[in-house]
Structure formats: C-alpha cells, structure tokens
C-alpha cells in the first residue's frame, strides 16, 4: 500500500533532478516499468547505478527493473545484474527483481533452469527463493509461462532441492509453484509430493505438499 501511495514525480525528481517525467498511469507495474524506461533511456548505466544505491525501496525496485532494458545481454549477464536486487533486504525490490527478468527466463527457459539451478543451493534465503518463484507457472502480475503449465517437469532440478528447505520463505514458493503446476497438471503434482513425502517424510517436506495439494481434492 506505502508502493501506491509514493509521488513519483517527487521521488525521481529528488534523486534524478534532470529526468524528464512522463506522465502516470495508474497501475503500479506499468509506473515501475515506465519509471525505469526513461532513466534508462535519459541517464542509461549510470542512472540506474544511482538508483540501486537509493535508500528507497521503490526506486530500488525501479532500477532492478532498468537493468533488464538493455538489449544484446545474454541471459547469464541478466543474472548477474539482477541478483543484487533478487537479494534486497526489501522483499518488494525483490518482487520487481523476478518481474523484471521473467521475461528474459522463460524466452531462454532450458539455460534460464540450468543457469537457476546452483542458485537453489546458496546460504541466501533470498536466491534460493527467487529460483522458483522467478519461474512460477503462473505467477502473480506476469504472463504464464505455457511450456511450464505443459511439463512442470523440466523445473525439478529447481524444485527437488528445495523440497525440505527449512525457510518459509523458500517453502511457500515451491508450494505456490506446484499449486499453479496442479491446476494444469494435477496428476503430475500429487505424484511428486507424494515421492518427496516418502523419500523425505520432514516438517519442512509435509509442510509444502499441505500447501501444494491445497486446491486438489
């Protein structure tokens, strides 16, 4: 709610006094997008640079996404550049971060799950996390990804890993990725939880297949 009350013109104005302003649509998404498309285009590198290290989380989340508008970049460079942002003490800069670079993963989606997959193995919450929720079937404010709703399959070496993760942070993801994963392959999902329930019968594990199978009867 703090997001949708922000005055943007003040708040790029106080820390980029030259941009020029676009005029605001209501949606929250397209301000951010919008915002991070003219400091791109107006300051480039050094603009988003600047608002990365902006105490405000809203221009944080601005930059995250700035990063991702340059074209030519290859999808490990796209990483590269987000992964600060996807590990943010902020859990909003980190949402923008995934919604900034979805797009780029799910078009790349074989590399975006091999280049994802060491990411479920690192000391951060955070990475661990956005590892998963980065490539959601559905999502939440972002466009299906279809290949994933076909053959939730091809995420296990993402989902395997953080199977018994003990972060509830890490465990909703992975349950709310196999809760879109149902709703199009439903067998699929209730034969995974019940092979993780049986090769690792733990809290965390019993905790995420709850929560996975929460819409199948």
């Not at 479920?120 to 972002?142: D, I, K, M, Y």
């Not at 942070?169 to 995974?192: E, G, H, I, T």
Request: glycine share 4%; net charge neutral.
């Amino acid at each position: 709610m703090e997001c949708l009350s922000v005055d943007f013109d003040q708040l790029l104005s106080s820390a980029l006094p030259q941009l020029e302003l676009p005029s605001w649509p209501k949606s929250i998404t397209r301000k951010i997008a919008l915002a991070a498309s003219a400091v791109h285009q107006q300051y480039g590198s050094a603009g988003t640079s600047l608002l990365a290290e902006s105490p405000s989380d809203t221009l944080r989340g601005i930059a995250a996404t700035a990063t991702q508008l340059p074209g030519g970049q290859s999808l490990s460079l796209r990483l590269a550049s987000i992964r600060p942002f996807a590990d943010d003490s902020h859990f909003g800069v980190r949402e923008w971060a995934w919604m900034a670079i979805r797009p780029h993963l799910a078009a790349e989606l074989d590399s975006a799950i091999q280049l994802l997959t060491p990411w479920t193995q690192n000391e951060s919450a955070n990475l661990r996390r956005f590892a998963v929720e980065s490539l959601r079937p559905r999502g939440v404010w972002c466009s299906h990804i279809e290949s994933l709703k076909a053959e939730p399959r091809r995420a296990l070496c993402l989902l395997d890993p953080l199977r018994a993760d003990t972060e509830k942070y890490v465990q909703d993801s992975v349950a709310n990725w196999l809760n879109d994963a149902s709703k199009s392959q439903p067998d699929w999902v209730r034969s995974l939880c019940a092979r993780w329930i049986s090769e690792c019968p733990v809290p965390p594990t019993i905790r995420i297949v709850k929560r996975a199978l929460r819409n199948l009867s």
